[in-house]
C-alpha cells in the first residue's frame, strides 16, 4: 500500500524517530531505534515511547482499514512491557482484528529480533 508520508507520519512520530516499514489493509510495521534522548533513568527504552510506538502503530492500521481519508483516535490501550530494551532498533507490528464501522479493536506486538518486548491491545473510534 503506498500511502504519501504526510498521511503516515506525524511531528511527534518523527521527533521520537519512527519509521513506517510496511503498510498493507488492517496491518502496520513500524520501527523505532533507541537513541540517547529516548532512554529512562536507567538507560533502557523508556516505557513510553515503547507505549508511544505502539499508538502510532495501531493508527495506521486503523487508517489502513478506513481509509486515510478520516480520522481515528485512542479510546482505550493496555499494554504488557515483556523486556527491556537496552540497544538497537525494535519493530511493531499493529494488526485491527475488528474493523467495525464505529469502533476497531487493534492488537500489537514489538519485537527486537525475534524477542517480544511488549504486548498491546486498543480500541479505536472513527471520527
Known sequence: MQIPAGLTQSAFSELIGCRVVQLDEGAAHVALSLEPHLRNR???LHGGVL???VDISMGLACS??????QQSVTLECKIN??????EGDVLCIARVIHPGRRTLVVEADVWQGDK????AQ??????
Do not use: C, E, P, Q
Open 42 to 44: 536507567g538507560g533502557k
Open 51 to 53: 507505549f508511544s510506538l
Open 64 to 69: 489502513s482499514t478506513h481509509g486515510f481519508d
Open 81 to 86: 512491557y515483556i523486556r527491556a530494551v537496552s
Open 116 to 119: 517480544l518486548v511488549a504486548k
Open 122 to 127: 486498543g480500541t479505536f473510534a472513527v471520527l
